[in-house]
């Protein structure tokens, strides 16, 4: 059993320390301004969000999460075993106020598109693009 997780705004859900905004600032013609959340573009901006993700997940990590950037994919062996992984998995979002895309779930599925794989029970598989 498979379910795929899109965090909502990805980066803009990471705060950023009221000491270090002051790296993202820009200027525009009204004044001078800095990011309080996370921005896209900075160097260090898809390590730092990965960083928190898999610290959000941590103890679920290879055990039934793995992580890619925004994505979060939770896999089980069986339905009750994946209902109680999807309820930690949000438990914890839930507990540091990370929100999902609700229209990009891909709950309970058997197979995922995944990266450009096909994801199912038997493993891995390159998609065929028709």
């Known amino acids: 059993m498979l379910s ?3 965090l909502k705004s990805g980066y803009w ?3 950023l320390h009221p000491y270090t905004r002051k790296y993202s600032a820009f200027r ?3 004044g001078l301004y800095q990011f309080r959340v996370l921005p896209f573009g900075l160097k260090n901006s898809p390590m730092t969000f990965v960083q928190l993700v898999n610290e959000v997940l941590r103890r679920y990590l290879d055990e039934f999460v793995q992580v890619y950037l925004d994505d979060i994919v939770i896999f089980s062996e069986n339905l009750d075993e994946h209902q109680y992984h999807l309820y930690k998995v949000f438990e914890r979002l839930l507990q540091f106020g990370l929100t999902c895309h609700t229209k990009k779930y891909r709950i ?3 197979e995922i598109s995944f990266l450009g794989h096909l994801v199912d029970s038997e493993g891995i598989h390159k998609r065929h693009l028709q």
């Open 13 to 15: 859900q990471a705060s």
């Open 28 to 30: 525009i013609c009204r």
């Open 108 to 110: 309970k599925s058997t």
């Open 4 to 6: 795929v997780l899109d």
